[in-house]
């Protein structure tokens, strides 16, 4: 579901703000992710790594819009 809707939303966003800005916005939110994931991981929270996975799924999919 979020490979369908995302994209639609990011698409969106990138035609307000631009392709540059866009980029580095979703490649923020990827690396964001990532770090929430990894301190999910050190801390043993699952929950932190699944809201850290979702964090990352935002960025990756509108990245590839991008």
Same mark, same amino acid.
């Given at each position: 579901?979020?490979? %369908?809707?995302?994209?639609? +939303? /990011? /698409?969106?966003?990138?035609?307000?703000?631009? %392709?540059?800005?866009?980029?580095?916005? +979703?490649?923020? &939110?990827?690396?964001?992710?990532?770090? %929430?994931f990894?301190?999910? /991981?050190? &801390?043993?929270?699952?929950?932190?790594?699944? %809201?850290?996975?979702?964090?990352f799924?935002?960025?990756?999919?509108?990245?590839?819009? &991008?």
């Amino acid at each position: 579901m979020p490979n %369908i809707v995302l994209p639609l +939303f /990011g /698409g969106i966003m990138l035609d307000k703000l631009g %392709i540059r800005v866009g980029l580095v916005l +979703f490649c923020m &939110a990827l690396t964001i992710g990532q770090c %929430i994931f990894t301190l999910g /991981g050190y &801390a043993e929270s699952y929950y932190l790594m699944l %809201i850290g996975r979702c964090v990352f799924g935002l960025g990756g999919e509108s990245m590839n819009v &991008a």
